[in-house]
């Protein structure tokens, strides 16, 4: 049974530019989250997708957005890229939406370098 | 607002000897607790999460935690460290009506020989 799946696992951009990583859920999962993880600071919450729709949103801006498709696995796109958005991006999987008592399993995450 | 605090950034203990991280959170309700581990390069994996009930939760590779409303702390232990257990260790609490989990800071264990 695959876990969460993340792609690409790496990825150098330069500002401005746009980018768009991709998360697979674990099977029999289909809310999908995401996390950034900024060096030496822990996982700050994104955004929530269920049923392919926002659910939940964290402080970030509108250039963070996301989409999910049928299958349950997710894209999160971010526009106009600064510096300031290097970081881990951190994708977390669970069988229901948001139910408390689910675990959220995550991937490993892709290294988004801002140059 | 939810919020979870780690005051220790960086613990180094020599293995086999015990362990204790600490984990103080704000929450207004009965909160929803987690520890997870993450070794470099790798993604989150729980360790142990505490919803109600028995105060004192076990969870994988050895770990364990004592919720105390009290103290409002949820504090990971292990009675023998191992070598392999050198890694970042966040505490997290749910976000409540926001589905969403809500971090720490971490606390980096390195593990002496």
């Known amino acids: 049974d695959a876990g969460v799946t993340q792609s690409p696992t790496h990825l150098i951009k330069t500002r401005g530019q746009q980018v768009t990583l991709r998360c697979s859920p674990k099977s029999g999962h289909d809310t999908v989250s995401w996390y950034q993880q900024a060096l030496g600071q822990g996982p700050q919450f994104i955004f929530q997708y269920y049923e392919e729709e926002e659910r939940q949103r964290g402080n970030f801006p509108d250039r963070f957005s996301g989409h999910q498709f049928p299958n349950y696995s997710s894209e999160l796109n971010v526009n106009a890229l600064l510096l300031g958005d290097s970081a881990l991006y951190l994708c977390?999987?669970?069988?229901?939406?948001?139910?408390?008592?689910?675990?959220?399993?995550f991937g490993p995450g892709t290294r988004l370098t801002v140059l | 607002a939810q919020s979870v605090t780690q005051p220790d950034i960086h613990i180094t203990v020599s293995e086999g000897a015990s362990l204790e991280l600490r984990c103080n959170y704000s929450y207004g309700a009965t909160p929803y607790l987690f520890w997870y581990v993450q070794s470099p390069g790798q993604g989150l994996q729980l360790l142990l999460k505490?919803?109600?009930?028995?105060?004192l939760v076990q969870g994988i590779k050895g770990f364990e935690a004592e919720f105390k409303r009290s103290q409002s702390s949820f504090n990971l232990r292990k009675p023998s460290v191992h070598w392999s257990d050198a890694a970042e260790y966040f505490c997290?609490?749910?976000?409540?009506?926001?589905?969403?989990?809500?971090f720490g800071t971490g606390t980096l264990l390195a593990v002496q020989p």
């Open positions: 505490y919803f109600s009930g028995d105060t």
């Open positions: 997290a609490v749910y976000g409540g009506a926001t589905n969403k989990l809500i």
């Open positions: 977390a999987s669970s069988p229901v939406e948001g139910r408390i008592t689910d675990t959220q399993y």
